[in-house]
């Protein structure tokens, strides 16, 4: 594969967590960023940023992107002397809806082909690149992969992450629920505590395995699947409308529960509308089809 000068990426964003499966279950979502990249011989950097964050992300080597870039030029080589960057995103930031692994993956991505690689062969790479920005894969793997995702990281010394796509079963329907307020993942990370009760353990055990089943066969137990004792009680101090939210759902027969580190929620729907009867007031209601094919790259 020669080495091209410009390329677009579209990246779609992704859901996490899905209750039980803490930084192991991931879901890509049709919500979805663009970036052009396009290189030069001569020196310089330039960048421009439209639609989602656009009045906060920095404008230079600090832009998550172009850090993603940097990082997957050490990897494949053939960093270009100058670059433009064009991003439109559509994934909102700090909400749980994947914007900084999808900002990974498309710099990674843009970066490998630029250099002449191709992605489809280079996956893995790319894989252990975004992830190990991110610190684990699940999301990181939703928006590379497509679909719903298994990710786990090797035990041992070296650090190496894997991931498993699946299939979703037809009749599960996300509908995401994004309130205005943010949420920092640091944050709310630094509420969960260092140990937890065996019982508790035990159960978001049984119920993450059966995630795996519901999500695939059976979304008739998707109930019972998204329950989780692991880390969204622990959070509620960071988003409590989200969490009241995801109750009120749940008692109107809706499997529901935080994506990622929140404070969006995310409804399994099995039309892809919500019920009458359950005040979403200050969330904005967004059915976002599962993408079935993760990260795309067109050069030109």
Same mark, same amino acid.
């Given at each position: 594969? /020669?080495?091209?000068?410009? @390329?677009?990426?579209? $990246? *779609?964003?992704?859901?996490?967590? =899905? !209750? #039980?499966?803490?930084?192991?279950?991931?879901?890509?979502?049709?919500?979805?960023?663009?970036?052009?990249?396009?290189?030069?011989?001569? #020196?310089? =950097?330039f960048v421009d940023v439209a639609g989602q964050g656009c009045r906060h992300v920095p404008r230079d080597e600090r832009h998550l992107v172009l850090r993603a870039m940097r990082l997957a030029f050490e990897t494949f080589g053939g960093a270009p002397a100058g670059l433009r %960057?064009?991003?439109?995103?559509? @994934?909102?930031?700090?909400? !749980? =809806?994947?914007?900084?692994?999808?900002?990974?993956?498309a710099g990674v991505t843009a970066a490998?082909?630029?250099?002449?690689?191709?992605?489809?062969?280079?996956?893995?790479?790319?894989?252990?690149?975004?992830?190990?920005?991110?610190?684990?894969?699940?999301?990181?793997? &939703?928006? %590379?992969?497509? /679909?719903? $995702? $298994?990710?786990?990281?090797?035990?041992g010394s070296a650090r190496r992450f894997h991931a498993e796509k699946l299939e979703v079963h037809p009749d599960v329907h996300p509908v995401a629920?994004? #309130?205005? @307020?943010?949420?920092?993942?640091?944050?709310?990370? /630094? %509420? %969960? *505590?260092?140990?937890?009760?065996?019982?508790?353990?035990?159960? +978001?055990?049984?119920r993450c395995a059966l995630a795996v089943l519901a999500m695939t066969r059976r979304p008739d137990l998707l109930m019972a699947a998204t329950e989780d004792r692991l880390h969204q009680p622990y959070r509620r101090p960071a988003y409590p409308s989200s969490l009241r939210l995801v109750e009120a759902l749940r008692e109107h027969g809706v499997p529901a529960a935080i994506?990622?580190?929140? *404070? +969006?929620?995310?409804? =399994?729907?099995?039309?892809?509308?919500?019920?009458?009867? @359950?005040? +979403?007031?200050?969330? &904005?209601?967004?059915?976002l089809p599962v993408d079935t094919t993760g990260v795309h790259v067109e050069v030109r």
């Open positions: 594969m /020669g080495r091209p000068t410009r @390329v677009l990426v579209r $990246v *779609p964003g992704s859901t996490a967590n =899905l !209750g #039980p499966g803490f930084d192991s279950l991931g879901m890509a979502l049709a919500l979805y960023d663009e970036i052009e990249v396009e290189t030069f011989e001569t #020196p310089g =950097l %960057l064009r991003c439109l995103n559509a @994934v909102p930031h700090s909400r !749980g =809806l994947g914007s900084s692994a999808a900002a990974a993956v490998a082909v630029l250099a002449g690689r191709d992605p489809e062969l280079e996956r893995d790479a790319l894989l252990q690149l975004s992830a190990g920005m991110e610190g684990h894969a699940d999301n990181a793997a &939703a928006s %590379l992969l497509g /679909g719903f $995702v $298994v990710a786990w990281e090797a035990a629920c994004v #309130p205005d @307020v943010e949420s920092s993942t640091k944050t709310t990370r /630094g %509420l %969960l *505590p260092e140990q937890v009760p065996l019982a508790d353990a035990a159960f +978001t055990g049984s994506s990622g580190a929140g *404070p +969006t929620v995310l409804a =399994l729907t099995g039309d892809g509308a919500l019920p009458d009867g @359950v005040d +979403t007031d200050g969330f &904005a209601v967004q059915r």
